[in-house]
């Protein structure tokens, strides 16, 4: 069959079944789940895999689904990525009023845009030199780590975010090349937007443990751990300057503890602090500078402080041969001038694990509206949000399995990883870390 034939084809197939497909992201929409707990949506697209015929694995790292096409064929291995979880936000509209799930970031739409494509796919598989898993992963949002942590003490999972643990159990070995599409409404209209990569974090949780007194009759004997962390606070602002532009770093706490009562010294504060950067080498600099900055806030007031760090993701990484084919395959469909090249994304994900160890791209498709995370955000137009977009992908997965699959191979034969496998799971039980710290005198 030749190239256009294969389009033809699969994107016939897509449009047969558009309404399915916008039923599908629908019915995620209005039935969020967080992380590591998506078992509803795990069941709707297994219903959805079965309908098609594709088959797959399922329960991995507790809710993670790999569908493949193709299965045992010689050639590269590409794998189309969604992620089936909700971010927390009480007030988005179809928030699940019990947990506060909410399909704030666009999940809903990936998912859609998956199955669309496994539709088209499947028509064609056949025809093209490689297998394709459609792997549908848990518990990208970096949030609930309480329950992670017990997750994590009762031996269910090791790493807090869902790709990382499937790097773990070995579920990314047998794939070559990984390929997300991700919603974006910073643009209005049709858009397909490529960021120069984004930051990778890590995150820190902080005790402060100072010594309580009565605040008005005694505070002398007391030690003030909101003190303390004030001047912490001071030195970690002072660090700011030392910040360097193209690294792109983030240093942002929150207080979740600032005391107990008003008439009490404040003898526990407690702080959570994600520090993002462009590059790992960035972020360990300036965690090693974040972590001073709390010693010395202990320090001056003679408080003790407690870090614990838990790796966070890792800087996307974007393979440039992916990321003009994908570009090339969105003009195509919406027309050159909504292709663009945006600044490197301030936030994180998972993803940037996948692509620095794999060939990956992690592009954006606009067509949704309002900012992300936010109540507002909305999709503005179904055809491009779900349909067009899943067209994106088969036409990507096409240019690489094509023929001999010749374009799949160049891009697995260039690309040096900036880290193997083990030497990543080395770094993040390195990022993972425990201290104390007391002044000694
Ligand atoms: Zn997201």
Redesign the pocket.
């Known amino acids: 069959m030749t190239k256009k034939a294969l389009v033809d084809t699969a994107f016939s197939e897509i449009d047969k079944h558009r309404d399915k497909i916008i039923d599908i992201a629908k019915s995620i929409l209005h039935e969020p789940e967080e992380g590591f707990k998506e078992y509803k949506t795990a069941r709707k697209v297994k219903k959805a895999f079965e309908d098609i015929g594709i088959k797959y694995r399922s329960d991995l790292a507790i809710t993670g689904i790999k569908g493949v096409l193709g299965e045992g064929k010689e050639g590269p291995v590409i794998a189309i990525i969604a ?1 089936l979880d909700a ?1 927390i936000n009480n007030d988005y509209p179809f928030a699940d009023t019990k947990t506060g799930a909410a399909h704030a ?3 809903f739409a990936q998912i859609a845009q998956l199955i669309g494509a496994a539709i088209g796919l499947k028509k064609i598989a056949d025809n093209l030199s490689g297998q394709i898993v459609l792997f549908v992963v848990p518990a ?2 970096y949030i609930n780590l309480e329950f992670r942590e017990t997750l994590k003490k009762e031996g269910h999972i090791k790493y807090y975010g869902g790709k990382q643990e499937l790097i773990r159990l070995g579920e990314f070995d047998d794939i070559d090349i990984v390929i997300m599409q ?2 974006q409404s910073e643009y209005s209209g049709r858009k397909a937007l490529i960021a120069d990569g984004s930051n990778g974090f890590i995150g820190k949780n902080i005790r402060f443990i100072g010594k309580e007194a009565h605040a008005g009759d005694s505070p002398y004997n007391g030690i003030n751990a909101l003190n303390a962390f004030n001047i912490a606070l001071s030195a970690i602002h002072a660090q700011r300057e030392t910040f360097r532009d193209e690294d792109s770093v983030r240093v942002h706490p929150i207080i979740t503890k600032g005391g107990d009562g008003v008439n009490n010294v404040p003898s526990e504060v407690k702080v959570e602090l994600y520090v993002r950067a462009r590059t790992v080498k960035a972020i360990k600099a300036i965690n090693k500078k974040i972590d001073i900055a709390l010693m010395a806030g202990a320090m001056a007031v003679g408080a003790q402080v407690e870090i614990s760090n838990t790796p966070g993701y890792l800087p996307v990484e974007n393979n440039s041969q992916l990321k003009s084919i994908w570009a090339k395959n969105a003009a195509e469909l919406i027309g050159k001038e909504n292709v663009l090249y945006i600044r490197p994304r301030g936030g994180s ?1 998972d993803m940037g694990d996948l692509t620095q160890i794999k060939p990956g791209i992690h592009p954006y498709v606009g067509s949704f509206s309002g900012e ?1 995370h936010s109540r507002e955000f909305r999709v503005a137009e179904e055809e491009m949000a779900y349909i067009i977009s899943s067209k994106i992908y088969v036409l990507t997965v096409i240019d690489l399995l094509y023929g001999e699959a010749e374009t799949a191979k160049k891009i697995i034969r260039d690309f040096t990883p900036k880290l193997s496998k083990d030497k990543y799971l080395e770094l993040l039980d390195s990022l993972s870390y425990k201290k104390r710290w007391k002044y000694e005198g």
């Open positions: 992620e971010i970031c666009g999940h990208e949002e991700h919603a994900t992300l």
